[in-house]
């Protein structure tokens, strides 16, 4: 009679099984833990933030004081990368092909979905993975004194009974013109967009009374307010700002829509992990408690605004939304 074919497994004693058994499940721990150990050490080496705004610029400032004071909170540095190019898209084009590893992150403000909108890009923010935001640079409405208007409703006023007559400076296509039209779309008036290439440019038409009306801030505007050559309506910010404590809100202006404000923030390529985008996140909301950090972003103009990833998402989620809303004006 021919033998058949032994299992080890089926001639192993109960007591052999139960060794092996063990010694798999030891292993499988170790290698557990060896990955633990790993997220644990994250970041082991510096992570790159590319910026992608030219050097000088209102981005490249208040993320080179992140890149300054987030070291002491991550453990490693930050270094920035400027990446200029066709209105903040070339740089997080890079991004979007990096490795998701942690190890490179971007910043995104309210411009990038303007830009895909209007069909500069084909990617948006949803492309990455929210790390938070950080900074937040509210606007305002300004207006030349010249005119007359005293308070945002003067302004209405005026703009309601005098269709397409107010000259509102604006970036054609850009954030500013985003505001704009949202104001416009509060109240159902007509603007006359004229386009600027920048902010300073913009502000010194309407200082020049080539214009009546733009969105300005701190940095940008509040000297000219001081000495009377301009006068902020209101603000788009959550509550008044310290500089300008008698400069109403327009949420308690009843424009409970209208928080108009630059919100700078970070991403990380799509599929970063969720232990790492943590550990980004908690290192950057470390960063928005250091008060030398917030003594120097009040000092350029901007405010400190931390969210973390969840509410970030959900900021980015509603403003697509405003922004598509609002595509076909800021195209024209």
Request: a negative charge.
């Amino acid at each position: 009679m021919q033998a058949g074919h032994s299992n080890a497994n089926d001639t192993a004693s109960p007591w052999s099984r139960h060794v092996l058994t063990a010694v798999a499940g030891s292993v499988l721990a170790v290698g557990c833990a060896s990955a633990s150990a790993q997220e644990a050490t994250y970041p082991e080496d510096p992570v790159e933030f590319i910026v992608p705004w030219g050097p000088g610029g209102g981005s490249d400032i208040l993320m080179r004081l992140v890149s300054n004071h987030i070291e002491d909170h991550l453990g490693q540095p930050l270094p920035v990368i400027n990446m200029p190019g066709v209105s903040g898209t070339v740089g997080l084009a890079d991004l979007a092909e990096r490795p998701n590893d942690g190890y490179t992150v971007g910043q995104i403000h309210d411009g990038f979905l303007v830009s895909h909108h209007t069909g500069l890009t084909p990617l948006n923010w949803d492309d990455f993975e929210p790390v938070g935001s950080i900074t937040a640079s509210p606007q305002y409405l300004t207006v030349n004194p010249d005119k007359g208007w005293e308070t945002m409703q003067d302004f209405v006023d005026y703009a309601s009974e005098n269709p397409g007559e107010v000259r509102f400076g604006v970036t054609l296509g850009g954030v500013p013109h985003l505001h704009a039209a949202m104001i416009a779309e509060a109240e159902d008036l007509d603007f006359r967009f004229v386009g600027f290439e920048g902010t300073g440019e913009r502000i010194r038409a309407l200082v020049g009374g080539h214009i009546d009306a733009a969105m300005g801030d701190i940095a940008s505007s509040n000297q000219f307010v001081e000495n009377g050559d301009l006068s902020f309506l209101a603000v788009g910010h959550t509550e008044r700002m310290a500089q300008t404590p008698d400069v109403p809100t327009m949420m308690e202006l009843g424009y409970e829509d209208l928080q108009l404000s630059i919100l700078r923030g970070l991403i990380a390529p799509k599929g970063t992990s969720e232990d790492r985008i943590d550990v980004l996140a908690a290192a950057l909301e470390a960063t928005s408690n250091d008060e030398d950090f917030v003594r120097a972003v009040n000092n350029s103009g901007a405010e400190v605004q931390f969210m973390g990833p969840d509410e970030f998402r959900a900021h980015l989620e509603r403003l697509n939304a405003t922004v598509e809303r609002l595509a076909g004006q800021l195209q024209q």
